[in-house]
């Protein structure tokens, strides 16, 4: 069974700082997924963020990126130039690469920005 | 489109009484699931179905039923609800065509089990 582990409960930066939330992970797959979920006050899932295991290049979406350790297991999530709006639950969130699978998440990390 | 729907937004049950949390999307995914969010337990899968007719347990199926009829809806049953059963319940569906495996979310239903 995949498990996932985020070891932050919460953490804080500052307005236009960068942070990094950690995400590691247990599996004897070769391929999969691999996610992270953003989850406002609203309570709304927004997906951030994904990266197959089969990429060595680390995954950038605007202001978000990855770092992607395979022999690791390890997927950590950075934020640059945080903003107001980024405070939220973060979730990082594994998948089989075998069809339609399900998720697997870990407890999530609190992210407060402060201005 | 309108996504992923989920009602009611709110439940209030008491101890004993049964309701389906409805679910629906309109995306034509084949794959579907329920979570349940509990604080400091992040998602946690209940049911899943791969499609129309197919279902199967998750991480904690005990005391919810669901069944797939449709490729549009799976409902989720609480039997006989339980305090141990309050949480935040959320749907989501996706569709494994190519390399698409995004799963969406619907906006999740609070329950509170009195």
């Excluded at chain 1, 951030?48 to 350790?69: D, G, H, M």
């Excluded at chain 1, 998948?95 to 870990?106: A, D, I, R």
């Excluded at chain 2, 279902?55 to 199926?61: A, K, L």
Aim: aromatic share 12%.
């Amino acid at each position: 069974a995949q498990t996932v582990t985020q070891s932050q409960p919460e953490m804080s930066v500052q307005e236009a700082e960068t942070v990094t939330l950690s995400c590691t992970y247990d599996t004897s797959e070769s391929n999969y997924y691999l996610f992270w979920y953003k989850q406002p006050p609203s309570r709304q899932m927004i997906l951030v963020i994904r990266q197959e295991a089969y990429k060595q290049q680390n995954a950038t979406e605007n202001r978000f990126s990855v770092n992607f350790q395979k022999a690791a297991k390890s997927f950590s999530l950075k934020i640059s130039d945080s903003q107001l709006g980024d405070t939220a639950m973060y979730f990082c969130a594994f998948m089989k690469n075998s069809g339609n699978t399900p998720l697997v998440f870990g407890k999530g990390t609190r992210l407060s920005v402060i201005a | 489109n309108a996504g992923v729907t989920q009602t009611p937004k709110f439940q209030v049950l008491k101890t004993g009484q049964s309701m389906t949390l409805q679910c629906a999307q309109d995306m034509n995914h084949e794959y579907m699931s329920w979570y349940r969010q509990d604080p400091g337990m992040g998602l946690r899968l209940i049911h899943y179905s791969v499609g129309a007719g197919i279902t199967d347990q998750g991480e904690v199926p005990n005391g919810y039923n669901v069944s797939r009829s449709t490729t549009e809806d799976f409902p989720l049953r609480l039997l006989s609800a339980a305090p141990s059963q309050t949480s935040v319940y959320f749907c989501a569906s996706s569709w494994a065509g190519l390399a698409v495996y995004e799963q969406y979310f619907g906006p999740g239903t609070r329950l509170t089990v009195t």
